[in-house]
């Protein structure tokens, strides 16, 4: 009788540990989960106010360069595809192609702006008027948010990644249902340098 209740204790102690060490892989898991969430909204925030931007900047360009209109319709087709995917909520980070698409909108979008601020240097006076010299200062600003946040978030999601596929969290991470989140990468043709042309 005081050997089983001995070996019950014992098997009652190796669960107990294994509880708390499982509990505790978990928690890790979660903890870094919500950390690339967390990341995640600070992109969404950035590109937030890269979108608020906008139509303060194309008003400002239209007052002097009013026969651009296919530069401001481009930029505002751009801007409106972007209104619906802005704010996709982190539940769609484990779906690559949703990040793709998301990547893919935000690369048209900079397109968009890269052809308007191309107006702008054929417009002196635009060039030196203060309120578009501090739009595009709060622009830039922005866009070096953006690239910040995106770092973070690439960050969050290596090490998040990493958990996920370490033993013995990878078997834990399959039941939990956690699995790899995709990275934001560049856009296809960015290891090129662009052209400047003044």
Known sequence: ?????????????????????????????VEAD???KTA????????????????????TVKGY????????????EARSKMGGIIQMGPEFLDNPQKVKEFQQ????????????????ENYPQLKADKNFQDLQ???????????VERDRFNDAV?????LVRRFPLVL???????SPKAYFQAEVGAEKAPKVQF
């Open 137 to 147: 200062v709060q622009l830039e600003g922005t866009e070096n948010r953006i690239k």
């Open 105 to 120: 909108l935000q690369g048209e979008f900079s397109s968009a702006l890269q052809r308007l601020m191309m107006v702008v």
């Open 1 to 29: 009788m005081k050997k089983g209740c001995l070996v019950l204790i014992i098997l009652g102690v190796i669960a107990f540990f294994i509880f708390l060490w499982g509990k505790n892989q978990y928690n890790k898991l």
């Open 34 to 36: 919500e950390t690339v």
């Open 40 to 59: 995640w909204s600070k992109v969404e925030s950035a590109y937030q106010r890269r979108f608020d931007l906008i139509p303060n900047l194309v008003e």
């Open 158 to 162: 290596r090490h998040f990644n990493t």
């Open 172 to 178: 834990f991470a399959g039941v939990f249902g956690f």
């Open 65 to 76: 360069a009013k026969h651009e209109k296919d530069v401001f319709v481009g930029v505002t």
